[in-house]
């Protein structure tokens, strides 16, 4: 009959031989447990976005639990108020495109693969640091929402036009601020603690700023003199700091630090791609917002009746003549219901040839871009920042 292995040791007629030959067929089998283990264990292809997407949202569903569940041990929470959290967090964090949080986990990956260390030893930060920008999204667009009286967010009612939220929403914000830096605190420590806090505080300052201008700009219709102050430089320094900053360089930077690499001159460079990438992407938006296909791009163009500083604005400012400057001025920032404002805003457009200046931009732009990813290839990833290049240069949406 077939013997175990502990019956094959006793009928040997040794008791060691019996533990030794157990022991040593159990090491044995080991290895093949877990190859098969890892067989079972699909590995995730973060480049599939597709894929990626529903991935991600496994996550932040554990992260939300943590929270609430830490906010009602820590704070001896009652339940009418871990049901409010709960519900303000499943609605507001999950949903969107998560393009920033990718960008994290793929510039994780080529970094690792620059540096010839494996990915699954950072893996678990890189993800934890992707929901911390998609997060600092969800703060900024609660916030945002509400300020723009905006009606829908990713396909339904904004968080603030929620029954019974209003503007408790602004509250809302702030919590989801808190949120992230818990799972920074959580996560990490020493110096990749002290490097992710102040990034994260750095960016979300400047993404403030930026937001602010470009309020200021809407706001400033009728001012005497505020087309003077629509430059190039003043338009810039909107975009670089509401958009390209935690759009482009903070899902980059945070790959960086989860990667154990600090140095103050590789920040400094993707920082410089970063922006540069990011200061494309927004001018490219203020294109679509005026020619582009509502149904292609998903939205209604409003920025000629928001009164927005745009490139578009900007450039027309710099080539017309004075009495088209009196058009522009009469019809500039007149609201949603003066379509025929807008009309004539958008027929002088056509007139100063814009489309053909916007195309030599977009030609000169990813020049510059290419231009920076090259001079920096020695310390950073180049085929990450290739990659956004390619994706964004051209867009139509």
Known sequence: PRLNLWQRGRRIGCLDCALFIAIKMDVDKKPLERAQKR????????????????????????YIKDF????????????????????????????GKYNRGLLCLWTGIDICRMKGMDFASVEKKCIVLAWCVEILQACFLVSDDVMDSSITRRGKPCWYK??????????????????????????????QYTALMKLFHDVSLKTQMGQMLDTMS?????????????????????????????????????????CGIIEENVLKATSDICVALGVKFQIQDDFLDC????????????????????????????LMNADQRKTLEANYGM???????????????????????????????????????????????????????????????
Request: include cysteine; proline fraction near 3%.
């Open 218 to 258: 809407e706001k400033a219709k009728g001012q005497k003199g505020i087309f003077e102050k629509f430059t190039m430089k003043y338009y810039t320094r909107i975009i670089t700091y509401k958009t390209a900053y935690y759009s482009f360089y903070l899902p980059a930077a945070s790959a960086l630090i989860a």
């Open 39 to 62: 067989q079972k264990t699909k590995m995730v292809d973060w480049r599939d976005s597709k894929e990626a997407r529903p991935e991600m949202e496994k996550f932040v569903a554990g």
């Open 335 to 397: 609201g949603g219901e003066n379509e025929e404002a807008e009309k004539k805003v958008k027929e002088l457009y056509k007139s100063l040839k814009l489309e053909e200046v916007y195309e030599k931009q977009e030609a000169d732009s990813y020049a510059q871009c290419a231009k920076l990813i090259q001079q920096h290839s020695k310390i950073l990833p180049e085929e990450t920042f290739v990659r956004i290049l390619k994706k964004i240069h051209k867009r139509t949406k």
């Open 162 to 191: 929620v029954p019974g939220v209003g503007l408790d929403a602004v509250n809302d914000s702030l919590i989801l601020e808190s949120l992230l830096f818990w799972l920074i605190e959580k996560n990490f420590e020493g110096k």
């Open 68 to 95: 609430v569940d830490y906010i009602k041990t820590t704070y001896e929470w009652p339940d009418s108020g871990v049901e409010r959290l709960t519900r303000m967090l499943k609605y507001t964090v999950p949903g």
């Open 291 to 318: 020619y582009g296909d509502p149904k292609h791009i998903g939205k209604v163009g409003t920025d000629i009746f928001d009164h927005k500083c745009t490139w578009l604005l900007v450039i027309a400012l710099g």
